[in-house]
């Protein structure tokens, strides 16, 4: 089984590439409403979602869950890449500015 685990699991290391760098950045910058709800995307709704589209809905078995598992960061990598390139992030207040 370890051949089709890492056949599928392969997918998953370029979206944490990108999603642990600019993870880092939504939590550095404060902005922690996208972080949750980056991480929620991730975790648990495309996580389980894709494993189940892919394994039992797609009957591609155990290659689909593990596929499914290895795609879901890229639910999180690239809404916070997207996030970062366009700049929003500089329009946003700092929290010592409210003290």
């Known amino acids: 089984m370890s051949h089709t685990f890492i056949k599928a699991i ?3 290391f370029p979206a ?3 999603m642990r760098g600019s993870g880092a950045f ?3 910058i404060g ?3 996208l ?3 980056l991480a929620l995307l991730d975790g648990v709704v495309l996580r389980i979602g894709l ?3 892919f394994g039992i809905a797609m009957n591609m078995g155990f290659f689909g869950f593990v596929l499914g598992y290895g795609l879901a960061p890229y639910g ?3 809404p916070s890449l997207i996030y970062f390139l366009a700049g929003k992030w ?3 207040r700092a929290l010592a500015e409210n003290i």
């Open 35 to 37: 972080g949750m709800v």
């Open 16 to 18: 944490f590439a990108v």
């Open 10 to 12: 392969l997918w998953m």
């Open 76 to 78: 999180y990598a690239i």
């Open 90 to 92: 500089q329009t946003r």
């Open 51 to 53: 494993s189940w589209l």
């Open 26 to 28: 939504i939590q550095g």
């Open 31 to 33: 902005n922690a409403k």
